[in-house]
Each structure stands twice: as C-alpha cells, then as structure tokens.
C-alpha cells in the first residue's frame, strides 16, 4: 500500500529531530524558524523541515504509525523537589507487536529529546526500537520530553514558567516513569527494576541516555548513547571545523577562502556596501547578520542520511553550486545573475574568483525568497531587535531548546580561537554575538535569572568525554560534526576498547546509493571498499553523520552494509546483556 500523508509528514519530521539541537538557538536560526512559522515556502534551505528535495513516492509497506500507535499519557510532578507540586501530562507511546505476556521481553524506550514525540515516531515504526523489541521480544516506547510536543506543563514559554526545564527535572521524569507507568491493554506490570529497560537516545537524548545509565542503574538495565553530547560546552567552533575537514575538498577549499575573503571585503568601506549588495542584503544593518544569513547551507551537512527518504542532499547541491567554473567573467556574470556594477568593484579584491559569484547566486535563490513581501530584509534576517524574541506563547516552540543551551548546554557556534586556523565562517561569529539570543529572549523574571553564560559544568560533572557504565554502549558517526562533544571526540577524548559489556562503535564513511525505488536503498560496502562492487553508485556522498542508527528500513537486508552492521551489533549485544538479567524481587 501507498504511505498515508500522516505516515510521509512523521517521515519528514525525521530531518528535524536529526537536527534539531544544532541550530535551533542561535539568533538567525529562530529567525528562519519563524518565518516558517509564518507560513513562507519551505524550500531547500529550511532542511530540518523538509524531507529531502521531494517526499517519495510509489508503493511501499508502510504502517501509519499515528493509527498503530496511539498516544498515552503519564502524571508527572512540575518539581521533582518540592513537596505538594503541580503535575502535568507527559506523552508516550508503546509498540506492542512482539510482545509476550510473561516471556521477560524488554522494554526499549527511546527518550524523545528537543522535539515533539511524534517526530520519533518512525524510529518505533521501523528504527531502533523496533529493531530491538523484535529481537528480543520486548515492546518499544517513545517518551516525549517536558516542554516539547502535547508534554507542556505551564501556560506560557516566560522565563520563569521555564524555569523547571532542566537536566535534573527531566531525569527524574524517565526515572519516574521507568518505575511507575502502566500501559493500556498490557496486565503485567513491565516497570523497572523488575523488567530490563534498555534506554535509548540520540543526540542531547543520546547525553540523556548515559546520564539516566549512570544516575539510575537499578533502574536503566542498559542504555544506548547514540551521537551523545555527554559534553556541554560554551563554545563550539569544532562543529564547523568537522565540516570543512570532511565537506568535498574543492568546496571546503572554496569556503575557507570565501570566508577570509568577505570579512575582508567587509572591512573596507570601498567594498562593504558592493559586497552586501551582491548576496542582496545591502539592506541589513549589522554585518553579523549579512554572514550569518548566507551561511545558513553550511549547517545542512548534519541532515545527511543513508536513506535518500528521510535525507538531505542540500549540502552536496551547495556545493555543487559554489564549484561551478566559467571561462570569462561575462559568463560567470550572466550564469549566477549578479550585478555587473557590484563586481566591478570587488573584482580587484584579494581572494575574488568567481566562487564568490556562485555563493551570492545559491542565497539569492534560496534564501532571500523566504523573507516575505512587504517586508525588508532587516525585519526577516535581522536579529538586533529584541522585542521579535519575546513572544512567550506556547507556539513559540523554538523557546525550551534555547533556554536549555543558555542556562546548561551551550553550544554556541563560534568561529577557531586561532586566527590563524583554515574556517569556513566568518570571524564575526563571536560568543557576543551569538549568545545575544539569550539576554534577548530570556530577561530576568520574577523567580529566576537566565546566568550570564550557561553552567556546563552541571552536565559535565555527569562523566562528560569520560562517561562509561557497564551495559552502557556509545555509538557515533565518523563525520558527525557533533562528535567532537561525544565520548569518540577527535579533539579531547581518549580511545577505548570495544566490548560488548561497554560497546563503543563508530559508524564510518558509506558509500551512497542512487535506489532503483525512491525509497529502497541496496546493500553496498563501505567507501574503502572497491566501488566495482557497486555499480549503482553515482559519487561517494554522505558519511556517518548524526545517530545513524536511530533510522531504519522495513527490510533490514535493503539497508547499506554498515547501518545493517550496526543494527546487527547492537541487536546483539543487547541480548548479551539480557542474558545476565536477574529480577530484583
């Protein structure tokens, strides 16, 4: 049968929950998240909103998982330590398809993170958790977490109604849940510590994981962290720096020096206003605002996928665009459209070539669309106003995740303390610049303060590069750029062992498929491996990027090599692990 419009809609919320960490605090982010709010076209830029470039189509055997899985619902205190506190409604769902009354299956709950629940609904359907409950004969749960999706215990997004959205809270709403919840249609009592819970998460869920593994080990049994960031950072420039290391090597090299080129341009009073004009934004008044608008593209490589359904090529089309070569200026000028008169007087500038060109075209087509008519540039892309980031109502949705990295993760996407290190980002992207967002949108409340910088160290102190617990797997993507927060970091971790008691897996470069069905994606070998095997391949594109075992396919044996081998192993050794299971009573 044809996947239903509920089905492909939870399908293509996929590239959200993927992504949804990575820039949805920083001032520009909210910005472009409000202007989709606002009902603009979604096209290839909003990439955590879109499936890929289209959604599939064509007959496929798929599920409605809304139908399969209905909601429910579990009372939780507001405060976890305060006597007499409010409660609220938390939001899960369980799937029941292998499930055995008194076989002592498992219990596999994913924790749904920074999103709505339902966007981790495919991941149920046919991810991870119905990998898992398949092989062992377990159920599988998504639990949705406080303030995201219907899970929403105040009535407004004011700083003091956030003021319970943190770490601490939110911990003790799974370990709560782990210990107390009844499930509808299920007799048996499935809680822990007398069922095995294997926590599962990726990303900020995938931190979670480790932290519920560590903090609550009679009650997590097992717990898979999938491209955690167990380390909560002020700054964050490593994740720009993954993509000009891995990005396609002409690309990268045109970044790196379109990045100096155009703080230099900026510079120059004889250059700034030609160079603003050329990406059509003259109209914007602070320069942080010029570079942080046409450097939106860059943050598409994280939406990378193996499957071609639920991933984005946004990145490689960028990129294809910025390598475009001309034999003359005139044919430069007339391919990207351009102002002939704005580049006369750039042209003689250090660095200019005709990247440039291409860079102003690829904005011009995909980003300034998304400022609607009758309104300025300043008013779409800007972000020096403060009064547009202090609307506090509930559809404010991008509000808890940003209040989450000013008051405990961080995160802020700042370009290398060496000046002199390669980047692909302007210098412009400082901490003041980038943690404005919180003095912005946070002003102090009556009960609590948002602090001048956000307190890392209340993460950090939980195992940070360092976390490890027995039955507690880490898995991370090669090229992931937030692997550097994780404990695979390239930059600050330590190796170790893999075993099975402590998995600690790293999913490297694949190969990618052109699929003879817009869905379906064939075995092939990883990259290393001789691309004569793979005739269907049309270029070696996408890498092992952000929890990329988090999604999976209906038939398994379609999956690439790697993801059916990280599937594999993680099937295994969660039965390993459930084979030394014993009941507590």
């Given at each position: 049968m044809r996947l239903s419009s509920a089905f492909l809609h939870l399908c293509g919320l996929i590239s959200l929950s993927l992504q949804a960490a990575a820039f949805a605090h920083s001032p520009q982010a909210v910005?472009?998240?409000?202007?989709?709010?606002?009902?603009?076209?979604?096209?290839?830029?909003?990439?955590?909103?879109?499936?890929?470039?289209?959604?599939?189509?064509?007959p496929v055997a798929a599920t409605n998982a809304t139908e399969e899985f209905p909601a429910q619902w579990f009372t939780q205190p507001l405060d976890h330590f305060s006597q007499g506190s409010p409660t609220f409604k938390q939001r899960f769902w369980v799937n029941k398809r292998h499930y055995v009354p008194g076989s002592n299956g498992p219990v596999i709950v994913i924790d749904g993170g920074e999103t709505s629940g339902e966007d981790r609904l495919p991941?149920?359907?046919?991810?991870?958790?119905?990998?898992?409950?398949?092989?062992?004969?377990?159920?599988?749960?998504?639990?949705?977490?406080?303030?995201?999706?219907?899970?929403?215990?105040v009535a407004n997004l004011t700083t003091d109604s956030l003021r319970w959205l943190t770490n601490e809270q939110a911990l003790q709403d799974s370990a709560n849940f782990m210990a107390n919840v009844k499930f509808d249609g299920i007799n048996e009592d499935l809680t822990a510590p007398n069922t095995p819970w294997i926590y599962y998460g990726g990303s900020y869920a995938g931190a979670r994981a480790a932290?519920?593994?560590?903090?609550?080990?009679?009650?997590?049994?097992?717990?898979?962290?999938?491209?955690?960031?167990?380390?909560?950072?002020?700054?964050?420039?490593?994740?720009?720096?993954?993509?000009?290391?891995?990005?396609?090597?002409?690309?990268?090299?045109?970044?790196?020096?379109?990045?100096?080129?155009i703080d230099d341009m900026l510079s120059r009073s004889g250059t700034r206003k030609a160079v603003r004009s050329l990406f059509g934004l003259s109209?914007?008044?602070?320069?942080?605002?010029?570079?942080?608008?046409?450097e939106t593209a860059l943050e598409s490589w994280q939406d990378k996928n193996?499957?071609?359904?639920?991933?984005?090529?946004?990145?490689d089309k960028f990129c294809e665009q910025i390598n475009q070569t001309y034999t003359s200026l005139e044919e430069a000028v007339n391919a990207t459209g351009v102002d002939m008169g704005d580049v006369t007087q750039l042209i003689g500038s250090p660095g200019f070539d005709f990247s440039l060109l291409n860079y102003a075209a690829y904005v011009r087509k995909n980003v300034l669309p998304e400022c609607p008519t009758g309104q300025t540039v300043e008013q779409c892309f800007g972000t020096f106003n403060d009064t547009q980031y202090q609307v506090t109502t509930l559809d404010q949705t991008w509000r808890p995740w940003t209040f989450q990295v000013c008051t405990q993760w961080g995160y802020f996407f700042t370009a290398p303390p060496d000046e002199n290190s390669p980047r692909i980002v302007s210098r412009l992207h400082t901490l003041e610049n980038e943690s404005k967002i919180c003095r912005q949108a946070f002003p102090p409340g009556e009960y609590f303060t948002v602090p001048p910088l956000p307190n890392v160290s209340s993460v950090n102190v939980l195992g940070s590069f360092f976390i490890a617990k027995d039955r507690l797997a880490i898995i991370d993507g090669e090229v992931d750029p937030w692997r550097p927060m994780t404990p695979h970091s390239q930059y600050f971790a330590p190796e170790r062992p893999d075993t099975v008691n402590e998995p600690f897996k790293l999913i490297p470069t694949l190969v990618m498929l052109v699929p003879v069905h817009p869905v379906a994606v064939r075995r092939c070998l990883p990259l290393t491996s001789p691309s004569t095997n793979c005739p269907e391949i049309t270029k070696p594109a996408a890498d092992g990027v952000h929890h990329w075992d988090e999604n999976g396919l209906r038939d398994p044996k379609q999956e690439p090599a790697e993801i059916e081998k990280i599937h594999r192993e993680e099937v295994e050794f969660v039965k390993a692990w459930l084979q030394d299971f014993k009941r507590k009573d």
């Open positions: 910005n472009r998240k409000l202007l989709e709010r606002h009902g603009q076209p979604k096209n290839l830029l909003f990439v955590r909103f879109t499936i890929q470039d289209s959604p599939p189509s064509g991941f149920l359907d046919t991810g991870i958790a119905e990998i898992l409950a398949n092989a062992t004969g377990g159920i599988g749960i998504v639990l949705e977490h406080r303030y995201y999706g219907d899970s929403i215990p932290h519920m593994r560590v903090l609550f080990p009679d009650l997590v049994y097992g717990a898979i962290a999938s491209s955690g960031v167990t380390h909560a950072s002020i700054k964050l420039w490593e994740y720009m720096d993954v993509i000009r290391t891995y990005a396609n090597r002409k690309c990268s090299q045109h970044l790196e020096n379109l990045s100096v080129t109209g914007l008044e602070h320069d942080y605002d010029f570079v942080s608008t046409i193996w499957d071609p359904a639920v991933g984005s090529t946004v990145f």
